[in-house]
Structures are given as C-alpha cells and as structure tokens.
C-alpha cells in the first residue's frame, strides 16, 4: 500500500519524538511491503514565530489531502502571554475543526512491566483495559459566545457549552460501536444533575443504547466517575462523554499507566483523515536534550496503522515490540525505575526497531 501521510512536529519535544515515529514507519514499510510518503507543515508556536499563525492555510491544505496526520506537541511559556487568536493551542483547536475530527480515541491500558510507575497499588491497576471516547469539535472549547468585556467598571469573562443533539448522537454511537468489539461496556460521563447539556445528554445516550441490545449503557456524574478512575479502574471498559470532560479525564486516566509518556490517541472523523497524537504535551523543560519519552507517539502512529489504513497485523507488530522493549527493562527517565537501564529518545526509539 502507498499512504501519504502529514507530519507535524509543533513545539517543545514534538520535534524529537515525531522523527521517531517515522522511523518505526519506515520500519514497517519495509517489513510489510508498504510506501509511506512525508509531507512536514507547521502549527503551533513554531507557526506563530514563523508564519504569524499557529495554523498557517499551506498546513491545512496538506492536512486535507493526506491520509493521516501525525502530530507531535503544542504550546510551551514562550507564547503563555500571546493574545488567544495567537496562542499555539489555538492552531490544534482549529486543525481538529478544520478536519472534522469529532470523535477522539484514548486508550488507557497497564503495561504489566510499568505496574511499579504508577503511584497506585498494583492490584488496582493490574487488569486496566480501557478506552476513553472524547467529543473533540463542540462544548465549551468551541461555543459562543467566548471571550472577556468590562461591564459595569469590572471586567468579565465568558464561555459558552453548546452542543446540537446530533453531536451528541454520533460520539455516543462511536462509543457503542467500539465496546461492541471490546468487552460490551459504556459508561457515559455527564453532570446531568446541574446542567442542561447533560441532560440532554444522558437522554440521546439512553435512546442509542437501545440499538445495542447486547451492550449495558450505564450513567456516571463526572466528579463521580473522576473518583472511580483511582478508586477502582478496571470497573471500566468504554467511558464516553463531552469535550472538557474528557480532556480532564484522560489526563487522570494517563497516571494508572505511570506517565503521561506512555498514552496515545486518535482523532476522527466521518469520512477525512484522522489525526493521531501522544496526550502529553510539548515539555520544553527537556526539549532539545534528548531525553523524551518516544513511545506514546511511537503508539499513536500505530493507531494510525489501525484505524487509518487497517494495517492490524502492522499496528500489532509496533505494540509488541513496545510492549518486549519494556520487559526487557528499557526505559526512558520518566518511566524509569529501580534495575532498569535508562536510554535517550533515539535509543528507545532505537530499541524498538530492533524489536520490530
């Protein structure tokens, strides 16, 4: 097969991982007899600084016409004090638009060599499988009206959650479709009990299990389910639920696997390329001293391979070579752990090509 493919390095330590995962790429074109093409674009602060944008139109153009994009990481203090149109996150917002990615992927498994990195005890996290399914294109990261004014001597900021019932209808079903190939679960995550989103919510949720007789739909309260996530993880199999809900979860999520290093995701849309990056963000603490953790963009191209190209044998084979890289004792510094042997960004991605 022949795949063009969008590269996005963005900011902070995206530059170093990203050039790993193409690494692992072309490790698999080589194995499996396949042609992986590169296109690099900018977004983020790297896009602000050079093009005046943190999404340039050349970046969504190439986006648009490739198969999958790879995206390594946004942000960083330098643009903390940009105004909002100017911010990098801004650029990442817009490209999840601008490619209609409404449903995003997060799986959250425990590696059982990484079980000693996690601050929980092992037993509770020992048996984690599970998927979070995030709504990525409306709520309060998109709704109007947004923004701060002065209205009587003070100033005021506002953001709106909105969400059409149809938004809500093609996230959930996603969700649904995915626990019907996985363990028959779905847990939907609202705050129904306070707001009228939810409400709604919770009612679209209840009508689309009723085409999925064989899979139980149970509801959960946000600040319920945060608590569940540490109390007694493994309960779950499939959580679905709004965007900034989502966001918050998943990043608690990541902790059961010991770092944020480790968690891939994928962004998806109807029927346009899908976007794939690691949920950790750009770390300019370590930027440019070799010292990231590569395998959570490294799992995110094997998503890519999955659910953008149904490359299952190519995705499984990246997967266990992660997974034997870790049991052999290999580590980078965010995940290390006594008796275990700490390697650099290009070792570890190294690592895992000699295990490929």
């Avoid at 490790?27 to 093009?51: M, N, P, T």
């Avoid at 770092?259 to 949920?279: F, K, Q």
């Avoid at 299952?312 to 290390?336: C, F, H, M, S």
Wanted: one cysteine or more; a negative charge.
């Amino acid at each position: 097969m022949h795949k063009r493919i969008a590269i996005l390095p963005g900011d902070g330590i995206g530059k170093e991982i990203i050039n790993g995962a193409i690494r692992v790429l072309n490790a698999v074109g080589e194995k499996f007899d396949h042609q992986f093409d590169y296109d690099r674009a900018l977004i983020g602060g790297d896009a602000v600084d050079q093009e005046g944008t943190p999404l340039p139109e050349e970046t969504v153009t190439i986006c648009k016409n490739s198969d999958a994009v790879l995206l390594g990481a946004v942000g960083g203090p330098k643009w903390d004090q940009n105004p909002s149109h100017l911010r990098p996150e801004k650029g990442l917002l817009g490209l999840r638009k601008e490619l209609g990615v409404f449903s995003n992927l997060r799986p959250v498994t425990c590696f059982p060599d990484l079980a000693d990195a996690s601050t929980l005890k092992t037993e509770v996290i020992e048996q984690v499988d599970l998927m979070i399914v995030r709504e990525l294109t409306g709520g309060l990261y998109f709704g109007e009206p947004s923004g701060r004014q002065m209205e009587g001597g003070q100033e005021t900021a506002v953001d709106t959650l909105y969400y059409t019932r149809a938004e809500m209808e093609r996230i959930i079903r996603k969700a649904f479709e995915l626990a019907e190939v996985r363990k028959k679960k779905v847990t939907s995550v609202d705050k129904a009990n306070v707001l009228e989103t939810s409400k709604l919510w919770r009612e679209v949720a209840d009508e689309v299990a009723e085409e999925f007789q064989d899979v139980k739909l149970e509801h959960m309260l946000v600040d319920n389910a945060a608590m569940q996530l540490i109390r007694n993880p493994s309960q779950f199999d499939v959580i679905v639920t709004e965007n900034m809900f989502g966001d918050i979860l998943s990043d608690e999520a990541s902790m059961l696997t010991g770092s944020l290093g480790m968690l891939a995701s994928a962004s998806l849309s109807a029927d346009g390329p899908g976007l794939y990056e690691p949920v950790h963000g750009s770390a300019p603490d370590i930027a440019g001293e070799n010292k990231a953790n590569p395998l959570a963009m490294i799992l995110s191209s094997a998503m890519m391979l999955k659910y953008s190209f149904s490359m299952i044998n190519e995705a499984n084979a990246v997967e266990k070579a992660v997974q034997e890289v870790l049991k052999a004792g290999y580590r980078t510094g965010d995940i290390a752990q006594d008796h275990t042997t700490v390697l650099s960004t290009d070792e570890m991605t190294q690592k895992v090509l000699e295990y490929l």
